[in-house]
């Protein structure tokens, strides 16, 4: 019996965490955006993020999950936004995200499609919405700060 609930259990944890192809159709994680090689934190992600957005597929903490072909544009009271780097046309592998949100009001949405069909189970739509003011004002001076001589 111990060795029955033991198999099960690693049979449940290793199909949670893992990324599975079945009969060519794509399986994401959760959450397949990363900010800057790490997987990107909603709960801190607001008009005033900076860093380099990118769409894996597979585990969004390896350094080996491969890259995904993606468009990020704006959508405001329902129309799309195509001003810059704002385009439901291109395609891009990673994007500076503050490029993007410079252009956002809050009450956007913020948009990232994969490029290909068959990678449609990870496009991701985030609300950009009003934030407490105290987070917009303390939250600069709470951040971590990089390390070495600042370049």
């Not at 009003?130 to 303390?138: G, N, P």
Request: net charge positive; aromatic share 10%.
């Amino acid at each position: 019996m111990m060795h029955l609930f033991a198999t099960l259990s690693l049979v449940l944890a290793f199909s949670t965490t893992h990324t599975f192809s079945r009969g060519g159709e794509n399986y994401f994680y959760g959450n397949p955006l990363v900010l800057n090689g790490k997987p990107l934190d909603y709960q801190t992600f607001w008009k005033g993020s900076k860093g380099l957005l990118a769409l894996v597929k597979g585990n969004p903490n390896s350094a080996d999950s491969p890259r995904v072909p993606f468009k990020i544009y704006l959508k405001h009271e329902g129309q799309v936004v195509n001003k810059g780097l704002s385009s439901d046309t291109r395609e891009l592998y990673e994007v500076e995200v503050a490029h993007i949100l410079a252009l956002a009001r809050f009450g956007d949405q913020l948009i990232i499609e994969p490029a290909r069909e068959s990678d449609a189970k990870a496009k991701r739509v985030i609300n950009l919405a009003k934030i407490d003011l105290m987070y917009m004002i303390l939250g600069p001076l709470l951040a971590k700060q990089k390390g070495g001589d600042g370049c």
